[in-house]
């Protein structure tokens, strides 16, 4: 599809590879700069799969929404939110819900809450960490030689493990963080990048000498800005937003408002060349050309990357062997997760906050595990309840090749030893996602600065493993893709 140029001029053809949600959102970016700037454009968004979304999987049946990937997003990282908003979705978003905000921790075979306040693997509430069962005397000693313990200036980039050991210790490490990097990035503390993960920990000790103090700082601060948190209205007070009809909703708004003519769908990218194009009226300059599942070409001036990072990296490598070799240093782990519905009557525990995650060196067969239905509205039908079972991860990657079966029966397993659950599920929903969790090491943050520095002429990487993990850092990476390709004109 062309937007004809308001002066008359060629249109700039765009090729986005990737109909995932960075793929997605930058196109959408690109039509709306290209509309206020009367700007010709020429776009067009390739999808290898029969579907939009990439990791964006909901499904809807029979009142069950079943999310096979992400099902909430972070607010403090506003961009997914704004794009919501945008695309007309306002009435449509939902937070998590604020009556059951207990997240437990499987430690020494028992489920203990995650204390209240606590922040990012620290406490800004003295109270309930006093009170908490989870972490030992021992441990809580330990964490608070934080406030004492001086600053260290590590040069570049350490592991989030090492630095966690370092200012609150081992037991903190065990139970706080690496559950939580488990969760979030299905990786181990040891081999993910403090500065790529959670650089405020790292200002923090820099500026309050202690992450604890930094973080009671915070959320006083956070406590003050709440009644216009980035949410507001509905939103205020939690920490994520979803959707009423699951994240699926957002990739559907978008497809809406970009266009059929745009995408096609079943048209994967097999190579790429890049080709020097002749100016007519400028030098001549470097375009690409497209070679495309059905067998035609396509002739791009500027081309966006937004497949995963191995993807990326094999259209790149006949002809940016360097910038593929770079691409390939980043780490992915798989995992796999199984959505499981049941009647409310097969569980003799209640299920009463957002799920629990498993400390270090817990034997449990599941990596972490959602209350889905608790912790969101409207997941499944009255009187039932859904939970999500994670699989895999560093360390974990055999799981995932396990039959469906064996995934279902160790998490039912586990669930009738840990919350007394009698029951079979009535749905089941598995998907996997081989290769699909970028780790960010230690360092990472530079490679990607020399890998975006070495780019050739109108070629843009977008994606995961780049700028961030979260669907709100996809988002807000795409948005600033399509600012560098088509700037605001200064009146
Ligand atoms: C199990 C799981 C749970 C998650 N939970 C959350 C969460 O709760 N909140 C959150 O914010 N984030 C979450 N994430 C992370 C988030 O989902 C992803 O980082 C994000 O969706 C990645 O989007 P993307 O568009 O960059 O890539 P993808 O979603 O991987 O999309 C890439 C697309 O490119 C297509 N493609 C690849 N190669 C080609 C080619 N050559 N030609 C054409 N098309 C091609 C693929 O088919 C795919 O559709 C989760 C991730 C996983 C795996």
């Not at 960075?22 to 290209?34: E, I, K, N, Q, Y």
């Not at 020097?276 to 300059?285: I, N």
């Not at 009187?383 to 560093?394: I, P």
């Amino acid at each position: 599809m062309s937007i004809p140029d308001v002066g008359g001029a060629a249109p700039l053809r765009v090729a986005v590879v990737g109909g995932g949600i960075s793929g997605l959102a930058v196109a959408h970016a690109l039509l709306r700069r290209a509309r206020a700037a009367g700007r010709a454009l020429d776009l067009r968004l390739y999808e290898a799969g029969d579907r939009l979304g990439g990791k964006i999987s909901t499904e809807r049946q029979d009142g069950w929404v079943t999310e096979g990937g992400p099902d909430s997003f972070l607010l403090a990282k506003p961009a997914a939110l704004d794009l919501c908003r945008e695309l007309g979705l306002g009435d449509r978003l939902i937070p998590t819900n604020a009556a059951a905000r207990t997240v437990y921790v499987l430690s020494g075979g028992c489920l203990k809450r995650l204390p209240g306040g606590l922040r990012l693997t620290a406490p800004t509430a003295w109270g309930p960490f006093l009170r908490s069962d989870l972490i030992s005397w021992p441990g809580k000693l330990r964490m608070a030689l934080d406030l004492v313990l001086p600053a260290r200036n590590v040069a570049g980039d350490e592991s989030i493990g090492a630095f966690v050991r370092r200012r609150l210790g081992q037991e903190a490490l065990a139970k706080l963080a690496d559950p939580m990097m488990a969760g979030i990035y299905m990786g181990d503390p040891e081999q993910l990048s403090l500065r790529a993960t959670f650089p405020q920990l790292a200002e923090m000790e820099q500026q309050h000498g202690s992450v604890i103090r930094g973080l009671r700082r915070g959320a006083r601060d956070a406590r003050r800005r709440a009644a216009a948190a980035p949410g507001g209205g509905p939103l205020a007070g939690s920490l994520f937003f979803s959707l009423r009809g699951g994240s699926g909703e957002l990739v559907d708004a978008l497809a809406k408002a970009i266009g059929s003519e745009i995408i096609h769908l079943r048209q994967a990218v097999q190579a790429v060349d890049p080709i020097t194009v002749a100016g007519e009226v400028q030098s001549d300059r470097i375009g690409y050309r497209l070679r495309l599942a059905d067998g035609g070409e396509w002739l791009a001036d500027r081309l966006i990357l937004a497949g995963s990072a191995p993807a990326s990296a094999s259209l790149l490598a006949p002809w940016a062997p360097d910038i593929a070799a770079g691409i390939g240093a980043i780490p992915h782990a798989s995992s796999a997760l199984v959505n499981l519905g049941y009647d409310a009557s097969a569980f003799d525990r209640p299920l009463d906050g957002y799920g629990y995650v498993v400390a270090a060196g817990e034997p449990h067969p599941i990596r972490a595990c959602s209350w889905t239905s608790t912790k969101l509205d409207g997941r499944a039908p009255a009187g039932k309840v859904l939970l999500r079972a994670f699989f895999g991860g560093v360390g974990f990657e055999a799981e995932t090749r396990l039959p469906d079966e064996e995934l279902v029966a160790r998490a039912q397993a586990a669930w009738s030893l840990l919350l007394g659950l009698h029951g079979k599920p009535e749905l089941v929903r598995v998907s996997r996602w081989p290769g699909g969790n970028p780790q960010v090491a230690p360092g990472h943050q530079a490679l990607v600065a020399r890998l975006v520095a070495g780019l050739p002429e109108g070629l843009s990487l977008l994606g995961a493993a780049f700028h961030g993990v979260g669907v709100p850092d996809c988002v807000r990476a795409a948005e600033a893709c399509a600012a560098a390709i088509l700037p605001e004109q200064k009146a």
